[in-house]
């Protein structure tokens, strides 16, 4: 039988794929970060509430979302396995989110509080880089999504998202690949069966 990982296995993986700390620094670090598991559909931050973390995902899925003032659903983000994710200007200015975070499906995650993370950005000079490259990343895929809902007909966005995300679409409820591409789950699901 092989040893169980730890929660921060993954973590550590990836920083030391870019970041030069020996084990006692990369111990130091993860240590400020606490392990959650999650069930299914469960809520880590409400509308209106100021949002105390950033999110890693090691298994599971989170997704960002906001109501509208008839109460349908948006979804802004969908955090998977190695990334980071939160509602990004709460966290970062400390104040009220226009976004909830849930997790959609039953999770493991690591989860930093703002101090924390302010702490590891003053002290470990390579987190500050290895950030900014997922600022970056995320970023840009946040305006190729925009994008795509302003060029793009359902089908396009189906189909780059068959070729970029595949397995979201066999994981997540339609309801919420069809909120996240901007369409209707009929639209979603005649698309589904013409593959």
Known sequence: MLPKLSPYHLLKQQLTATMKLGDEQLDLFCS???HKTTARNEILLHAGDVNPYLYYVNSGCLRIFMLDV???ESTRFLVTEGRFGTAFPSFTLQEPS???IQ???PSDILYISHRDFNHLLDNFPGWEHEYRLGLEKDYIASIKRIESLITMDAKQRYQLLLQTQP???QRLPSKIIADYLGISQETLSRLKSKK
């Open 32 to 34: 400020k970060f606490r």
């Open 70 to 72: 008839n109460g349908k």
């Open 98 to 100: 226009l976004a909830a």
């Open 103 to 105: 997790s959609i499906e």
């Open 167 to 169: 397995t979201l679409i």
